[in-house]
């Protein structure tokens, strides 16, 4: 009776020590999985919606020293923008624009180092993707802001961000 009761004693033992294991595993397992899914949610959250960019247009325009014609990039992106910070009559058709942020912190601090500089920068807002541009030069002429932007880029010519400046028309 002593070997019955021994076995079967060992036996209970056996089975709930497997069965904690196993329930540990799928408890483990589930808390894994919940988390997972919960990591996959949060990173769904955070993809942005397609931008829709207007198409760039380019032109060439003639160099006063020659008679031939030379190209100049006057490629301009068209967009409708608002002012956000800065001086609202300094807005004009053709603006140079060196940096571009969903944050309008991050564009306001670009746009005091400019100032900083000497340009006379702004920051303006496209309402329909909400993206802030900080420009350092408007003018209304094509070829005179593509001729800012050239020097623009020549005078940071080390950071790698300001060569990408481009030009951006206010329709």
Known sequence: MKKFLLFGLSMV??????SCKS???SQYK???DQAKQQELAEGQGQVAEPIEIA???TTTVADANTTEEAP???TYREEKVVIASGDVAA???????????VSKTNAEALRSTLVGEGYGALVVQNPATGMYRVVCAS????Q???KAREQFKAAHRNDADFQKAWLLYNR
């Open 139 to 142: 003018y209304d002429d094509k």
């Open 91 to 101: 807005l004009k058709a053709f603006s140079v624009v060196c940096g571009s942020f």
């Open 13 to 18: 033992l056996a089975l709930s020590f497997s």
């Open 30 to 32: 589930a808390a894994y």
């Open 55 to 57: 198409p760039v247009t």
């Open 23 to 25: 329930t540990k595993q």
């Open 144 to 146: 005179a802001a593509a």
């Open 72 to 74: 100049m990039d006057v």
